[in-house]
């Protein structure tokens, strides 16, 4: 398996950014999601729904203002992103924050498709993963075991191993196959948005 933890040849193209957000920030929106609305969530082909098969996550919806910082952060990126990618960038669909509980999981699935249930997957070009807090992978200091975000460019390939460290974002293009594996203790938190098509 490929590892993202420094500059290695990958099989696509992956922005990562280490320190994109500092302890204290993570920490602050970690908070937040303690405090807000929390909601199973959905998977989206012909309609949105629920499927605990697929998909053991939660989202929580965290106040405006710390929302709007959040997304001001991700406008600021939006350079470096199309850069890796090698493609232009165009609006965000709108960011969310995800909390994975213990036996929390997605299976292998891409976020960019024509599906009813949600036309603008269609339109999304980058995917945006900002990690909060970081797994115990190789004995590494975190607050929780498992939870990688593996992406699997080629089928058959080698997956590229993601270890979630505090403050981490990493950016994919939305078309590539990706999985969260279950996370075995603990809880794995994590912000998320798309870059549109330009």
Known sequence: MSHVTGR????????????????????????AMDRGIVEAAEIVGDEIARCETIRRTQTNEIDAALREWFEHRLDAIRPA?????????????????LRYPPGGFYLAHRDR??????TAAARRAASVVVFLNGSK?????GSFEGGLLCLHPDPGGEPIEIRPK???????????????????????????????DA
Do not use: I, K, M, T
């Open 137 to 141: 992978a190789e004995g590494a200091a």
């Open 81 to 97: 992103v199309a850069g890796a990618l090698r493609q232009p960038l165009g609006a965000r669909e709108g960011c969310g924050f």
């Open 8 to 31: 290695v040849p990958l099989a696509v193209p992956v922005l990562v950014e280490p320190a994109f957000l500092s302890q204290h920030d993570c920490d602050r929106l970690r908070r």
């Open 113 to 118: 498709g024509d599906v009813a249930g949600w």
């Open 166 to 196: 505090p403050g981490l974002l990493v950016a994919f293009p939305s078309q590539v196959l990706h999985e969260v594996l279950p996370v075995r203790n603990g809880v794995r938190d994590a912000g998320v948005d798309w870059f549109y």
